[in-house]
């Protein structure tokens, strides 16, 4: 049996490889006494990043040096129960016979994406304490802005301006320097989208719905970290931010 990698290789199509005959070794006199009597489809062994690897399976009993064998069991019901009567019937058979690294896909999977899992887990953590930081430099920005135009929000507080005609007036900041951040952060994602591109999976990175979605939640945090000072200037006294030097 070959895959269809294999075929394509070395016979244009799976349907030309089937028949023709095969051998082990590079010498030009190697035998090739083995027929191909089936292509099976193209998988991964033991990465979801690795490469299709060109690959011919021959049977185990005509294989001369078998230092193991990986096999695999298909169940509508529990894995943790089909190992355990696998484990019972192997031990039948042949109680010598060691069974190890017992399994599910799932896992299989689970295990070839540790390294991926720590890095989208270390990213997580610092893209949280770097917005963080962000609504903590927002916050400040808005509040000495406040500060500085006390004496005029007062004025325009003395001049009719309703509280939320304040509020409205730092908002319209605060989502100036929130759009101004959402437009620098997207031009550098797609920059470099390219160089974490290999380390996706299942997405790419100029993924519209994760773009979105973290856009969207920047504004959201901007817009809360600059409303508790544009409510506090909201309830600015007229007349002591009149006198307010």
Excluded at 2 to 14: C, I, L
Excluded at 62 to 91: C, E, F, H, W
Excluded at 193 to 207: E, N, S
Aim: net charge positive; with cysteine; glycine share 10%.
């Amino acid at each position: 049996m070959v895959n269809e990698k294999f075929a394509k290789r070395f016979f244009g199509s799976a349907g030309n490889a089937l028949g023709r005959h095969v051998g082990f070794g590079i010498d030009p006199n190697t035998k090739i006494d083995m027929e191909i009597a089936g292509v099976v489809k193209d998988i991964k062994y033991t990465s979801l990043r690795d490469e299709i690897p060109i690959q011919m399976f021959i049977p185990y009993m005509a294989n001369d040096y078998v230092g193991g064998m990986t096999v695999y069991l298909r169940t509508s019901v529990d894995p943790a129960q089909i190992l355990t009567a696998a484990r019972g019937k192997v031990r039948t058979l042949d109680s010598n016979l060691p069974l190890y690294g017992a399994r599910t896909v799932d896992q299989q999977i689970s295990n070839s994406l540790v390294v991926e899992r720590l890095i989208a887990s270390l990213s997580a953590v610092f893209g949280f304490l770097a917005t963080l930081l962000a609504v903590f430099g927002l916050y400040g920005v808005m509040a000495y802005t406040v500060a500085r135009r006390t004496r005029e929000i007062g004025i325009r507080m003395a001049l009719g301006a309703l509280g939320q005609h304040v509020i409205w007036m730092v908002m319209r900041e605060v989502l100036a320097l929130a759009l101004i951040g959402v437009i620098c952060g997207l031009a550098a994602a797609f920059a470099l989208a390219r160089l974490v591109q290999t380390q996706l999976f299942g997405i790419t990175g100029y993924d519209p719905m994760t773009l979105s979605l973290a856009a969207g939640g920047l504004v959201a945090v901007a817009c809360a970290a600059g409303y508790l000072p544009a409510l506090r200037a909201s309830r600015v006294d007229a007349m002591q931010a009149l006198r307010y030097e």
